[in-house]
């Protein structure tokens, strides 16, 4: 286990990028052996590393020390039933590898599919050349509410599942840490991440193809960087947040658009008068080229009804992040957990 000071410099050059002894005493208001000794430390378990000597006008140069990115990874996977997106990351959150896989599991069974993925993942991370010790953290990303690290799925298109203890289950099978959120929650993480957006705030919509040829819909707002969780998980949902099969089984592509749009914009009003967003960010990777004409269905139909009602400057765009974007998201969300205890890193390798 770290001290606190070891803690709170192994965050500081997290959070930095790097930091000479001079510049760690003054943020952290430390004394200088203290840093000393934390720097000694992080040093012997090759967490950070020395840069060198910083460029001196005179004087002797001061040495800058940094976290070394691939000391450990983070993995983020995307549990979008029945197929899976996973990313291996480092500590700064570089994609290292992608992969995609599907659970043959019955859906409705969460403790067989949760261990079939569980050996999947560890599987493919020494597929990758690498170990499994070395994964620090792992983001899981599920479509439903998460209370407590406790999954909840229902509605016409998803498994039913009722306060499943997935994080709980998946820490003990993985014996590393598991954090588990709403997967568009994440995506918004990583939405906002790329997208530089960290001081707005952000309403997020996802469209993603669902089991039996619907169209589901999910929402997040994003407040200042940080999502929106509401008191049971649910902040940011969506009303009857899909399109069914049959109502899309007869429409060209252009029809189709402009219907899943449509229906989109009617459930994305409550939300913008609620929230007055800044910025409205819509994936919709899986339309493929029909995507930019769908958002810009979507924000003919959502101006035209928000008009009197609503005087707020709108941003409406399509989303960067892409169909990895939720499992980006789940191991950016597993950095953000390790920064506030960075002493994890060191759990059961010291």
């Not at 953290?137 to 997935?166: H, Y």
């Not at 589901?216 to 929106?228: C, D, M, N």
């Not at 947040?241 to 994305?268: F, G, Q």
């Not at 399509?318 to 499992?327: I, P, S, T």
Request: hydrophobic share 45%.
């Amino acid at each position: 286990m770290l001290t606190k000071s070891e803690a709170a410099v192994l965050r500081s050059l997290w959070q930095r990028g790097e930091a000479t002894r001079g510049e760690l005493v003054s943020q952290l208001k430390l004394s200088r052996p203290t840093v000393d000794r934390a720097l000694r430390t992080l040093l012997t378990y090759r967490i950070i590393e020395e840069l060198g000597p910083r460029p001196s006008l005179g004087g002797r140069p001061a040495i800058a020390y940094a976290l070394r990115p691939d000391a450990r990874l983070l993995a983020g996977v995307d549990l979008e039933l029945p197929w899976v997106n996973l990313v291996l990351t480092n500590l700064v959150g570089s994609p290292i590898a992608k992969h995609k896989l599907y659970l043959e599991r019955r859906l409705k069974d969460p403790a067989s599919l949760l261990h079939q993925l569980g050996e999947q993942l560890k599987g493919w991370v020494l597929d990758c050349g690498r170990r499994w010790e070395d994964v620090a953290a792992v983001g899981i990303g599920v479509p439903g509410p998460v209370v407590r690290g406790e999954v909840s799925l229902f509605g016409a298109t998803l498994p039913t599942w009722l306060r499943v203890p997935v994080q709980e289950m998946l820490k003990r099978q993985l014996k590393t840490e598991v954090y588990v959120s709403h997967d568009v929650h994440l995506m918004a993480l990583a939405e906002a991440e790329r997208g530089g957006w960290h001081d707005e705030i952000l309403l997020f919509l996802s469209l993603r193809p669902g089991l039996v040829g619907e169209v589901r819909f999910g929402a997040s707002v994003l407040i200042k960087g940080e999502p929106y969780w509401g008191a049971h998980g649910n902040g940011g949902a969506l009303y009857r947040a899909y399109v069914a099969a049959e109502e899309l089984a007869d429409l060209d592509e252009e029809r189709r658009c402009r219907h899943i749009a449509e229906r989109l914009a009617e459930r994305a009003v409550p939300a913008v008068t609620l929230f007055d967003p800044d910025r409205v960010v819509v994936e919709a990777e899986f339309m493929g080229p029909a995507a930019s004409r769908l958002v810009e269905h979507f924000r003919q139909r959502l101006l035209s009804a928000l008009k009197g009602e609503f005087p707020g400057l709108l941003r409406i765009s399509l989303a960067k992040v892409g169909e990895l974007g939720v499992a980006l998201g789940a191991a950016l969300a597993a950095q953000r957990q390790l920064l506030r205890c960075p002493e994890r890193l060191f759990d059961g390798r010291r």
